[in-house]
């Protein structure tokens, strides 16, 4: 009987799995709406006391997106504001929507790896998973890898499109 040879485990082919980048800590909103007046009009001194005022461990460890989701005008130091409370606390605090959060952080441990490792390798970005990693995080790991790697790929080692080689 003839041996069955794992032809993928002796490829020699390195598997990236961008999930494994993916931002651990949650991502909460914090919206200036419920601090204006009215939902539309900002009073700094009733502003003030309310920030002075919150909670602010609710967002210890957290990734905060500051919105505001009312149709008012808001001065930029109100976001400013927001920001002198949320810095020592939370995670990492930014303008914009949860998503634009969630992407800026995973943008971010993307751009942390260790890029020695795939040097001179035939790399696999893995092309499935449960949670979809997003058009922006493979064409950033594309970017990251292309000056190092000697191929890149796109899917499972069993069955991948070639994305890159190097001549």
């Known amino acids: 009987m003839e041996e069955i040879v794992n032809k993928v485990a002796q490829s020699g082919l390195l598997t990236l799995d961008l999930e494994d980048y993916y931002p651990q800590e949650e991502t909460v909103v914090f ?8 939902e539309m009009i900002l009073k700094e001194k009733d502003f003030r006391a309310a920030l ?3 909670d602010w461990e609710q967002y210890s460890n957290k990734n905060v997106a500051i919105i505001c989701s009312a149709d008012a005008v808001v001065p930029f130091w109100a976001y400013m504001l927001v920001m002198t409370y949320l810095e ?3 995670n990492y605090a930014a303008f914009g929507s949860k998503e634009e959060v969630f992407k800026t952080q995973f943008m971010k441990r993307l751009n942390a790896i260790d890029m020695s490792a795939y040097e001179d390798k035939r790399v696999v970005v893995k092309g499935c ?22 191929s890149i790929m796109y899917g499972e ?7 890159y080689k190097k001549k």
């Not at 919206?31 to 009215?38: E, I, R, T």
């Not at 080692?157 to 994305?163: A, F, G």
């Open 129 to 150: 998973g449960d949670k979809g990693a997003g058009e922006a995080a493979y064409v950033e790991i594309t970017r990251l890898l292309r000056p190092v790697a000697k």
């Open 31 to 38: 919206d200036l709406k419920q601090y204006l007046f009215m």
């Open 157 to 163: 080692p069993c069955s991948t499109v070639p994305i």
């Open 52 to 54: 002075q005022g919150l």
């Open 88 to 90: 020592p606390i939370a």
